[in-house]
């Protein structure tokens, strides 16, 4: 029994991750303030209007527009999170218990922070809508896709571009509840949960050992934050721009959602398909 305690359930074992990681001050990113600021340079006042409004596919911005500020974010999140796992590198081996859980912590709370930005440049809804600690279902069972996405799984990208295409189709200005929390699409997110409550148990171990030898430990963990959080920032950046639901649009914000019976598009990001595998399969290349 203590065994299968200590293999337990890495799907619960990623949720606890990411719901602590969405407490942690500054994670959650402000919708019309990040619009506000992200587009100003390149977007007119009434446009930006509209985004925040509605979205900026509504809005009518240009993907080639909003692929750029993309990069920004992630150029900026990327140095960001690179810089702080550098710096917990540097106390070396007596200071792992310390640092090692909040150098995880950081990280995942800067792939939410990237996640966000993302989602609400390419017209996801607002993920944090009180200004509560809770994270409702719905946002969890997305956010653990946007993830999948990241590490490259098979799964969760059909997932996305399935939860995707029924807020497009239905022009919905939240998720969908029921399609995320018990319909078709929650057997995937429960999937891909568990590939990455495993898939991070791994990653925290090769960061624990980078960690080992000062200064050079430091070096390493920074540049090894450097090298897998970038490539998935721009994995999950690429999925969400081909998605029908960032194509810009003139249609008004309106309606229900609706669930589990609306089919699923066949977005552009299925040609990426080289470098998603399915999460029973072999890890994805960076």
Same mark, same amino acid.
């Given at each position: 029994?203590?065994?299968?305690?200590? /293999?337990?359930?890495?799907?619960?074992? @990623? @949720?606890?991750?990411?719901?602590?990681?969405?407490?942690?001050?500054?994670?959650?990113?402000?919708?019309?303030?990040?619009?506000?600021?992200?587009?100003?340079?390149?977007?007119?006042?009434?446009?930006?209007?509209?985004?925040?409004?509605?979205?900026? +596919? =509504?809005?009518?911005?240009?993907?080639?527009?909003?692929?750029?500020?993309?990069?920004?974010?992630?150029? @900026?999140?990327?140095?960001?999170?690179?810089?702080?796992? #550098?710096?917990? %590198?540097?106390?070396?081996?007596?200071?792992?218990?310390?640092?090692?859980p909040a150098d995880t912590a950081q990280?995942?709370?800067?792939?939410?922070?990237?996640?966000?930005?993302? +989602?609400?440049?390419?017209?996801?809804?607002?993920? !944090?809508?009180?200004?509560g600690d809770d994270v409702d279902d719905?946002?969890?069972g997305v956010l653990t896709l946007f993830? %999948?996405?990241?590490?490259? =799984?098979?799964?969760?990208?059909? #997932? /996305?571009?399935?939860? #995707?295409?029924?807020?497009?189709?239905?022009?919905?200005?939240?998720?969908?509840?029921?399609?995320?929390?018990? %319909?078709?699409?929650?057997?995937?997110?429960?999937?891909? +949960?568990?590939?990455?409550?495993?898939?991070?148990? =791994?990653?925290? !171990?090769?960061?624990?050992?980078?960690?080992?030898?000062?200064?050079?430990?430091?070096?390493?963990?920074?540049?090894?934050?450097?090298? =897998?959080?970038?490539?998935?920032?721009?994995?999950?950046?690429?999925?969400?721009?081909?998605?029908?639901? +960032?194509?810009?649009?003139?249609?008004?914000?309106?309606?229900?959602?609706?669930?589990?019976?609306?089919? !699923?598009?066949?977005?552009?990001?299925?040609?990426?398909?080289?470098?998603?595998?399915?999460?029973?399969?072999?890890?994805?290349?960076?």
């Amino acid at each position: 029994m203590k065994q299968g305690k200590e /293999v337990e359930n890495p799907e619960s074992r @990623f @949720f606890a991750l990411l719901l602590a990681a969405a407490k942690l001050p500054g994670v959650r990113i402000n919708r019309e303030a990040y619009l506000r600021s992200a587009l100003a340079r390149r977007c007119s006042e009434d446009d930006i209007r509209r985004a925040i409004e509605e979205t900026p +596919a =509504t809005a009518g911005i240009p993907v080639e527009v909003l692929d750029k500020v993309a990069n920004d974010s992630i150029r @900026f999140e990327t140095a960001k999170v690179s810089a702080l796992s #550098a710096a917990a %590198g540097i106390p070396g081996i007596m200071a792992l218990p310390a640092t090692v859980p909040a150098d995880t912590a950081q990280y995942v709370g800067h792939m939410l922070r990237i996640a966000q930005k993302l +989602a609400y440049l390419y017209s996801w809804p607002d993920l !944090f809508s009180d200004d509560g600690d809770d994270v409702d279902d719905a946002t969890k069972g997305v956010l653990t896709l946007f993830f %999948g996405v990241m590490f490259g =799984t098979k799964s969760a990208n059909v #997932a /996305v571009g399935k939860v #995707a295409g029924m807020m497009a189709e239905q022009v919905a200005k939240k998720l969908p509840q029921k399609a995320l929390t018990h %319909g078709v699409v929650y057997p995937m997110v429960k999937k891909v +949960a568990g590939y990455l409550g495993v898939k991070m148990t =791994t990653q925290s !171990f090769a960061t624990t050992v980078s960690k080992a030898i000062p200064l050079v430990g430091a070096a390493v963990s920074g540049g090894l934050t450097l090298a =897998t959080y970038l490539p998935m920032a721009k994995r999950l950046k690429r999925h969400l721009a081909d998605l029908p639901l +960032a194509q810009p649009s003139d249609r008004v914000m309106e309606g229900e959602v609706v669930e589990d019976q609306v089919p !699923f598009p066949t977005p552009r990001a299925e040609q990426h398909g080289a470098e998603a595998t399915d999460v029973e399969l072999e890890e994805p290349q960076p």
